[in-house]
């Protein structure tokens, strides 16, 4: 449920988490739960630990992500 998740990584990523928090966005991600503010969380968390090269691809999905829900509003 996303009210769920959304509040579940909010509270991860704000108690600094990280671990947990990629654990768990990963796990979520593969059950085709996947917003924008999950990406980016899970990016920052990888940014957070210094793994930069493992943020990336999460950092370009939430891109792509507002990018498309922009898109709609035209």
């Known amino acids: 449920d996303f009210k ?5 990584t909010e509270n991860l990523y704000l ?10 966005g990963d796990s979520i991600i ?11 969380r899970i ?3 990888y940014y957070y630990k ?7 691809p999460h950092f370009l999905k939430a891109i792509e992500m507002k ?5 709609l509003l035209i």
């Not at 769920?4 to 579940?8: I, K």
């Not at 990018?67 to 898109?71: A, K, Q």
Request: proline fraction near 0%; charged fraction near 25%; aromatic fraction near 18%.
């Open 30 to 40: 593969k059950t085709k739960l996947d917003f924008y503010a999950l990406r980016l």
């Open 50 to 56: 210094n793994e930069y090269l493992l943020a990336i």
């Open 15 to 24: 108690e600094n988490k990280w671990d947990e928090l990629i654990v768990v």
């Open 43 to 45: 990016g920052l968390a």
């Open 4 to 8: 769920y998740v959304n509040q579940l």
């Open 67 to 71: 990018r498309r829900f922009y898109l």
